[in-house]
């Protein structure tokens, strides 16, 4: 069975992919076979001699709008029982619950727009699902792109290291992480919280509980009712 996942992204700036794609667990998801990206440039499925990707908005109006017809060629040629994603601030708000969900999937199509957005008929005919990073206007789809793909590869079994980091973290069970401290015990005289040096494992896990509660409560009481 083909433990990877697939993951090809459409995108006028395939250059903003590497950095970002090729370090630290991006890049050690890769070397262990759990992910390949395939980043496509949008302009190499125009098909005028200037690569036009972009025309004027139908009705009249400021800004430019992504031709359906290269996204079109795009998916045409890519399309293999892929769930397409459009990047797009209308979307879905992308929660760790829509992360999980989505790491289990085989391959995804990520499609970046610009400018005022993509052709209406491109989400109509071709995309599954829009996911938004949150309720605010970027430039781009590719920091969200982004954003969606560190989300999820690391939770592709066997990505991270140690297996428990996923267990206690933020959003499982509805609740926010407890506090961490590492070494020195005490740092100019602010002292780690006794019970974290005790040992006493029992104690240590009851006093986590109490503390992701309480920082729950505090910062996102909304969680704590959420399904
Ligand atoms: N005119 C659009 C609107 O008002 O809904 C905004 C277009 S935005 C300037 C250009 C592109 O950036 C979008 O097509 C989308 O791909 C991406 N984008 C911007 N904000 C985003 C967000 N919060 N989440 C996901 N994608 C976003």
Redesign the pocket.
């Known amino acids: 069975m083909d433990l990877t996942m697939r993951i090809d992204i459409i995108t006028i700036f395939p250059k903003m992919f590497e950095p970002v794609l090729n370090e630290s667990i991006m890049r050690r998801a890769q070397a262990k076979g759990k992910v390949k990206f395939f980043i496509h440039d949008l302009r190499d499925y125009t098909s005028d001699k200037h690569r036009k990707v972009d025309d004027r908005v139908f009705g009249g109006g400021s800004?430019m709008l992504?031709r359906p017809e290269p996204i079109f060629n795009a998916i045409a040629k890519l399309k293999r029982q892929a769930k397409v994603i459009?990047?797009?601030?209308?979307?879905k708000k992308?929660d760790q619950k829509i992360v999980k969900r989505l790491s289990k999937e085989k391959n995804l199509i990520l499609?970046?727009?610009?400018?005022?957005?993509?052709d209406e008929r491109v989400r109509e005919k071709l995309v599954d699902e829009?996911?938004?990073?949150?309720?605010?206007?970027?430039?781009?789809?590719?920091?969200?792109?982004m954003?969606l793909v560190d989300s999820l590869v690391r939770l592709i079994p066997g990505v991270l290291g140690d297996k428990n980091s996923l267990n206690f973290e933020s959003f499982e069970g509805n609740l926010l992480e407890h506090p961490h401290y590492t070494r020195p015990a005490n740092f100019r005289r602010m002292k780690v919280p006794e019970v974290l040096l005790s040992g006493d494992h029992q104690k240590i896990e009851a006093w986590r509980k109490k503390e992701a509660l309480k920082r729950t409560k505090q910062r996102r009481p909304d969680l704590l009712n959420s399904k």
């Open positions: 800004g992504m459009l990047l797009s601030p209308q979307g992308l499609i970046c727009g610009h400018y005022e957005g993509v829009e996911i938004s990073i949150g309720d605010y206007v970027l430039t781009g789809g590719e920091l969200p792109a954003v």
